[in-house]
T-cell receptor, first 113, second 113 residues
Framework: EAGVAQSPRYKIIEKRQSVAFWCNPI?????LYWYQQILGQGPKLLIQ????????DSQLPKDRFSAERLKGVDSTLKIQPAKLEDSAVYLC???????????FGAGTRLSVL | DQQVKQNSPSLSVQEGRISILNCDYT??????FLWYKKYPAEGPTFLIS?????DKNEDGRFTVFLNKSAKHLSLHIVPSQPGDSAVYFC????????????FGKGTRLSVIA
């Protein structure tokens, strides 16, 4: 069974530029999560989707971050414009409906210079 | 305000001995707890979980203990192996369904041969 796929693995941009990350969850997983992990911290939830609907985006900085999951499968997370403090690993996870077992992708490491 | 705390950033243990990783939480609504293991450049991998209706859950070399009155849980690894060297994250949720996970900062375990 293929795992959660994320791309790119690494991205370096300058502040005020835009960046987008892509995630393809495990087939059949209705729930998709985006987490931000700053160095030395645990992952922090940004947004949770159930199929193509948003369940929780209370911790998403909506002035600069946006995410979509239009067809209820893969998802994109965008930052526009990026700030220095956005430097982090962005992790995508998925789970079956009703399950707490989340499966994580390898993440995208973002460096904002 | 950190709701899930892992107060030991690192731990070194000799191969064959027991590793004990600790986690404290403050939110009384948390009733489902998970441990994840993370190797460098990979996403977190689910290890073991426990519901608040139990005080112990065992899976091979891994045992998680939950003390609800103290809001404390611990992960025991016996015997420890060099391949167990990784960062271990404690996570908690209010409910065992698709509820968001709140992570601690992690503890880096080094198992010395």
């Amino acid at each position: 069974e293929a795992g959660v796929a994320q791309s790119p693995r690494y991205k370096i941009i300058e502040k005020r530029q835009s960046v987008a990350f892509w995630c393809n969850p495990i087939s059949g997983h209705a729930t998709l999560y985006w987490y931000q992990q700053i160095l030395g911290q645990g992952p922090k939830l940004l947004i949770q989707f159930q199929n193509n609907g948003v369940v929780d985006d209370s911790q998403l900085p909506k002035d600069r971050f946006s995410a979509e999951r239009l067809k209820g499968v893969d998802s994109t997370l965008k930052i526009q414009p990026a700030k220095l403090e956005d430097s982090a690993v962005y992790l995508c996870a998925s789970s079956l409906s009703g399950s707490s077992s989340q499966y994580f992708g390898a993440g995208t490491r973002l460096s904002v210079l | 305000d950190q709701q899930v705390k892992q107060n030991s950033p690192s731990l070194s243990v000799q191969e064959g001995r027991i590793s004990i990783l600790n986690c404290d939480y403050t939110n009384s609504m948390f009733d489902y707890f998970l441990w994840y293991k993370k190797y460098p450049a990979e996403g977190p991998t689910f290890l073991i979980s426990i519901s608040s209706i139990k005080d112990k859950n065992e899976d091979g070399r891994f045992t998680v203990f939950l003390n609800k009155s103290a809001k404390h849980l611990s992960l025991h690894i016996v015997p420890s192996q060099p391949g167990d060297s990784a960062v271990y994250f404690c996570a908690a949720s209010a409910g065992s369904g698709n509820t968001p996970l709140v992570f601690g900062k992690g503890t880096r375990l080094s198992v010395i041969a």
